[in-house]
């Protein structure tokens, strides 16, 4: 599917959306391991759970903002032909989600909050399945040139990444692509 009208419309309402970069990235791991089921955290207007529905996978999708809510809504009644995505209109942090098992968790929500999504989320990813979080450089950001609120998240975002690439039962690979992202397997 060509969504490159969804991609300009998002530029145009500066609805930030997963860049060609790290979405190239999930589309390669998504062949390479034959990803079925997605679930997403963080779904904006819908570009990035259309991409991955085109890529050949259902896509769980999280949003708790009404405005986001109703433009994916939409997207989703037009293209989703095959209805290969579930949008589920609540806030990843209280909501439970019906028990299931993904192949690949792609976590692409508040910034301050990733380590509360993946502890949430990951116990229902597979054995040998991927976690992707995007945004984890937050634009290289220099701490000594920003307020006090995103030295913060910017702090947050530093323990997220040391969490990541000491966790027991992940491997975590850094790439310095889209606004840097993290890919994660399973190993335990
Ligand atoms: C960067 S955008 C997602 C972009 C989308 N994945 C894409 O590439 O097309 C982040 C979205 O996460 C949503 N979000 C942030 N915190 C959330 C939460 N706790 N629960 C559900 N959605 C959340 C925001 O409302 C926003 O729409």
């Known amino acids: 599917m060509n969504l490159s009208f969804l991609k300009a419309y998002a530029l145009e309402k500066r609805i930030p959306i997963i860049t060609d970069e790290a979405l190239a990235l999930i ?21 990035s759970a259309l991409a991955m529905a085109s890529f050949g996978c ?68 597979k054995l040998g399945g991927l976690v992707i ?4 450089n937050f634009h290289h950001l220099d701490p000594a040139k920003v307020n006090r609120h995103t030295q913060g998240l910017l702090r947050k975002l530093d323990v997220f990444k040391r969490f990541l690439a000491d966790h027991p039962h992940f491997k975590t690979e850094f790439y310095d692509l889209g606004d840097g992202t993290s890919l994660s397997v399973r190993i335990k």
Do not use: W
């Not at 791991?29 to 207007?45: Q, R, W």
């Not at 037009?78 to 942090?93: G, K, S, V, W």
């Not at 979080?133 to 984890?136: A, E």
């Open 27 to 47: 589309e390669a791991e998504i062949k390479k391991h034959h990803v079925k089921d997605v679930l997403e955290i963080g779904t904006a207007i819908g570009y």
């Open 58 to 125: 259902h896509v769980d999708t999280i949003e708790r903002d009404e405005f986001m809510i109703e433009e994916a809504k939409r997207h989703f009644d037009r293209y989703d032909e095959d209805h290969q995505i579930t949008l589920y209109p609540f806030d990843a942090l209280t909501y439970h989600l019906p028990e299931k098992t993904y192949d690949l968790i792609f976590i692409d929500a508040a910034k301050s909050q990733y380590q509360t999504f993946f502890n949430k989320f990951t116990p229902y990813l």
């Open 133 to 136: 979080c995007d945004n984890l």
